[in-house]
């Protein structure tokens, strides 16, 4: 049974509110179409049995806190809307509305007990420059851990990123860093360590976490970090969960199978934004890289996913 963890939703209401603010891509990629009909053909097609959508970057929040609350509350009951037409087929991750920290308590609150959604997805960087892992979020990461959620992480383009003097798309390589600093900021900060009931789903095999990891745990042994993490990073980095969006293929599983086991390890499309070919290759990959046996494969594929999401196992039939 494949699962998605990393599929993303483009409610033509979300796209309409960010054309109002001028926003019409997210990571340099324009906003494709996207429908529920076609997203079901899609995964027929593709052999999968369902998706847990997602809001991908940019994101609700544009420096209006009071819209941003708005946006968020439409966009998830949106997602639970296609949940409940489609209970078998589909999951959904709320948005929240950081940096607005009171809204996304708010707005967790309604979205995993009003709503019913399976987890939370929160953008690495946030619209004020703040990564996950800053003192401001700690009342919401504090409330995450108590209910042990499930978080997908997901890159957005920071501030720093937008005035690069490259003619690319942020979504080639910054989202790549900013999942990175995400990551190493909740570690360094401490965060992965206070609030360790939260599981975290790093997109895109984590970004260029599993490559770096040897230089990161060596780094991180000098003085003043070697205090923070005592223990070195590596053991935090091998207790988040990476997805396989845009990443299925040797180069990246190679790094990735070095740090981790395939019981961290979910299958991701990034559809629609990355198109249906791009999940069939995804698929591929992970069929014909040899690091894997068919026990692994199939914890990938959805076993993982199924253990991390039990309201999604419990509406496809499988008992947890």
Sequence with gaps: MRIDVHHHVLPPEYVASLA???????????????????????????????????????????????????????????????????????????????????????????????????????????????????????????????RAAVVLVHPAVPKSSEALPLDLPEAMVEFTFDTTRAALNLVFRGATARFPNVRYILSHAGGTIPYLAGRIALTGALPGLRERVPDGPLPQLRRFYYDTALSATPHALRSLQELVGSDRILFGSDFPFAPEAVARASIDGLARYDGFDDAGRRRIDGANALELLPRLAARVGVAR
Aim: charged share 25%.
């Design 20 to 146: 109002r603010v001028s926003v019409t891509s997210g990571g340099g990629v324009a906003f494709p179409r996207w429908d529920a009909a076609s997203t079901l053909e899609m995964m027929d097609r593709q052999g999968i049995a369902a998706a847990v959508t997602s809001i991908s970057a940019p994101g609700v929040h544009f420096g209006d806190d009071v819209a941003a609350r708005g946006l968020a509350r439409r966009c998830n009951e949106l997602s639970a809307r296609l949940v409940a037409d489609h209970p078998t087929r589909f999951g959904a991750f709320a948005v929240l509305t950081l940096p607005d920290v009171k809204g996304a308590l708010h707005e967790l609150e309604h979205a995993l007990d009003e709503l019913g959604l399976d987890g939370v997805v929160l953008l690495a960087s946030q619209s004020d420059g703040r990564y996950l892992g800053d003192p401001l979020f700690d009342d919401l990461l504090a409330e995450l851990d108590r």
